[in-house]
């Protein structure tokens, strides 16, 4: 069984950063593809950023390309979002997806089989 858990949401003004931890367990090989998605209030679900976990391959939305930076600890099984130059644009509740699969960069989250629980981001102007 696959377990998603995100950490590291909550308030932070606009200009300032965050950084969204989660943490996997069930995978068992590097072959997979990890996202982070958010959706704000009456919106639909976005994606932000993605990597492959086999090669470290990245991909990012285009909002959000040059603020924000994915990354992985295959040790810890374990991905990170540091988030940069935050404005309430930003905010919403951040999802991890990851998939058995190479990323795709349509964004489209049906692709992803597993999710985590949400955490929070709200960026105050």
């Known amino acids: 069984l696959v377990r998603l858990v995100e950490s590291g949401g909550g308030s932070v003004q606009a200009g300032g950063s965050l950084r969204l931890s989660c943490s996997a367990s069930g995978f068992l090989s590097k072959r997979h593809c990890m996202a982070w998605f958010r959706q704000a209030p009456g919106k639909e679900r976005e994606g932000v950023a993605a990597?492959?976990?086999?090669?470290?391959?990245?991909y990012y939305g285009d909002s959000m390309r040059g603020r924000f930076t994915i990354s992985q600890d295959n040790a810890a099984n374990t991905m990170y979002l540091q988030m940069n130059t935050l404005s309430p644009e930003d905010a919403g509740v951040y999802y991890c997806a990851a998939v058995g699969a190479r990323c795709t960069t349509n964004w489209n989250s049906r692709h992803y089989a597993y999710w985590g629980q949400g955490t929070q981001v709200t960026v105050s102007s």
């Open positions: 990597i492959y976990g086999e090669s470290g391959f990245s």
